[in-house]
């Protein structure tokens, strides 16, 4: 089992304190306003979200817009947890269950076997171990779903450049056919990260208009869903998007009707300093 690395740190440690903070996260003012509720009788399957994973001090608004969309859609057999690996830069799927103060998430191990015996994708235990960006996806997925969260199956992904994203996105088909999962992706990413402090300082006037216009040609690209135009967006601008390979990675796996941009925003606008800081983005893929 995969204990907790993180809380206390990007979030609250104990049951009634997290819960308190993901309640805040959902009615605060850049929030969606309402906290999560049931099913909609005629919502349709979400295919995934976009969600960021910062502290939910800072992206914790943006990131309860998606989980509300997850709240009021059907329950799929799976959910798909693509993140970036962001300290040691390798690619790998868990088998461990991950253990958070709200309780435990167990994975598909049917899935990731099948998954693994195709060839391409890898077990990697050791860069889960330390790794945030799926960890702090997982208590806004029990939260929200409340009663259903004991149901939830996952597969953690993450996904660096040393990943064939070509075949992953076709194995990963292939998988989820063979199998016949119902499958919703949740990606984890932050978009720009600007400032002396990230060693990305493409521009030094007009500092918020031109972050969203950076940030947001690279959004238009994703709800497009141009995998070859967005990566090749980042690789031009130097756009310091740390999950572009799982973002890329789900625009090759899935085809959708449409893509909302449900919030943008970054960490200045919840700490007035903007010298540095991080551009956060929630969408939802139905």
């Known amino acids: 089992m995969r204990k907790a690395a993180y809380a206390g740190f990007f979030y609250p440690k104990t049951f009634d304190a997290l819960n308190k903070v993901l309640e805040e996260c959902f009615i605060g003012k850049l929030g969606p306003g309402a906290l999560p509720s049931k099913p909609k009788l005629d919502s349709a399957p979400i295919k995934a979200i976009i969600s960021p994973h910062a502290g939910y001090v800072y992206s914790g608004m943006a990131a309860a817009w998606g989980y509300m969309a997850i709240a009021e859609a059907p329950l799929p057999d799976l959910f798909i947890l693509l993140g970036a690996s962001h300290r040691l830069g390798e690619s790998g799927i868990s088998l461990e269950s991950f253990e958070t103060p709200l309780g435990l998430i167990r994975v598909d ?6 998954l693994v015996k195709k060839g391409n994708i890898n077990i990697n235990e050791e860069i889960h171990a330390k790794e945030h960006s799926l960890e702090v996806q997982l208590p806004f997925l029990q939260f929200s779903l409340g009663s259903r969260a004991e149901k939830i199956k996952i597969l953690p992904l993450l996904v660096s450049d040393n990943l064939d994203l070509d075949k992953a996105a076709a194995d990963l088909k292939e998988t989820i056919s063979e199998l016949k999962r119902t499958v919703t992706f949740i990606v984890s990413s932050d978009f720009t990260h600007y400032g002396p402090d990230y060693g990305y300082v493409p521009f030094t006037t007009d500092v918020k208009e031109r972050l969203s216009k950076l940030d947001g040609e690279a959004i238009t690209l994703i709800k497009k869903g141009d995998a070859a135009g967005f990566a090749g967006y980042v690789y031009k601008t130097g756009a310091t998007i740390c999950g572009q390979y799982a973002i890329t990675l789900l625009l090759k796996t899935i085809s ?22 991080v551009s956060y983005a929630s969408l939802v893929f139905k």
């Open 256 to 277: 959708f009707k449409q893509a909302l941009l449900e919030q943008y925003y970054t960490s200045g606008d919840t700490t007035g300093n903007s010298k540095n800081s």
């Open 109 to 114: 191990q049917d899935f990731a076997k099948a």
